[in-house]
């Protein structure tokens, strides 16, 4: 199997190695190599994040390191679109702060977190090597989540679930630098924001829900993912893609998206007892939605 090119001179693996070995020694790299025990906030059972999109300028690699720095957990699970290999065919573009980010999710497999990596549609390349391990990071086709309260999750990217992709891949990459723009542009707005005192706000976020075919595109996502977790015979799912966080039932069935870390700063998390909740990382809202306990419709 030939690897895939990214750029004139990259090549996954290589590219990717390059991303894991540089800046190994933390005092260069700039990267924090503390305890993830040391953080004041309770210890949780598992964190779930995706649509990092490390490789392009709107991954928030800076809020991503401070939140996971204040948030040691047993278990990481990365749900896909963490690497974008589409914006990276185009432009190489790796600063040290990705590779810090990098470093950090490798140092928690080191200490002892079990990390496991679910592949997306921006990162699909990475399907080639499911079922091998990388710096202790477990690459897997899809997984499967049990809470302490004994509910199955269903861990999956979701872009199998999107017609878009699965129809017309070519409307995709169109989309794809569609939103690249929308988000440059959200990044000088909320410059002139943080000069301005007010707080971090999305653009594209924004944008999304305010149009209507956005919005049902949504609805008809999530309620095709809850149907198949049920057809499978899961209590619920797990997944990213459409950058949207949320937790909800749908006809019986726990439907969570863990959100994304280019717009909204959002992740999944499960505290020990087994309650989830989606924590939206940033200056105006540290809050979540708490999932009541197992039996009560939410």
């Not at 190489?92 to 990390?115: E, I, T, Y």
Request: aromatic letters at 10%.
């Amino acid at each position: 199997m030939a690897p895939m090119t990214l750029g004139a001179s990259k090549t996954w693996p290589a590219a990717w190695a390059e991303g894991l070995t540089a800046g190994l020694n933390p005092a260069e790299s700039g990267a924090d190599d503390g305890d993830d025990s040391a953080s004041s906030r309770p210890r949780l059972r598992a964190i779930f994040i995706s649509d990092l999109h490390i490789g392009t300028p709107g991954f928030q690699a800076d809020a991503l390191m401070d939140f996971l720095k204040s948030h040691p957990s047993d278990m990481l699970y990365l749900v896909g679109d963490i690497v974008d290999g589409w914006q990276l065919r185009r432009r190489w573009f790796w600063p040290q702060s990705h590779n810090d980010v990098v470093q950090k999710l490798l140092r928690r497999a080191r200490k002892g977190c079990r990390v496991m990596y679910v592949p997306g549609n921006h990162d699909e390349f990475a399907r080639h090597f499911v079922g091998h391990a990388f710096g202790g990071v477990d690459v897997l086709f899809e997984a499967t989540h049990v809470t302490a309260n004994g509910q199955r999750l269903w861990v999956i990217h979701g872009d199998h679930f999107d017609g878009v992709i699965q129809v017309a891949k070519w409307l995709a990459y169109l989309g794809d630098w569609l939103y690249e723009l929308s988000l440059k542009i959200n990044r000088h707005l909320n410059s002139l924001r943080g000069r301005m005192g007010l707080g971090y706000w999305s653009l594209s976020a924004y944008l999304k829900l305010k149009v209507k075919k956005a919005v049902n595109f949504i609805s008809d996502f999530e309620v095709a993912v809850a149907h198949e977790a049920r057809k499978r015979g899961y209590d619920g799912v797990v997944c990213g893609h459409i950058h949207h966080a949320e937790i909800r039932n749908i006809d019986g069935v726990l439907y969570c998206n863990d959100g994304d870390w280019v717009e909204s700063r959002t992740a999944l998390v499960e505290h020990m007892d087994g309650r989830l909740e989606i924590i939206r990382w940033g200056e105006d809202s540290t809050a979540g939605v708490l999932l009541p306990p197992k039996g009560i419709t939410a």
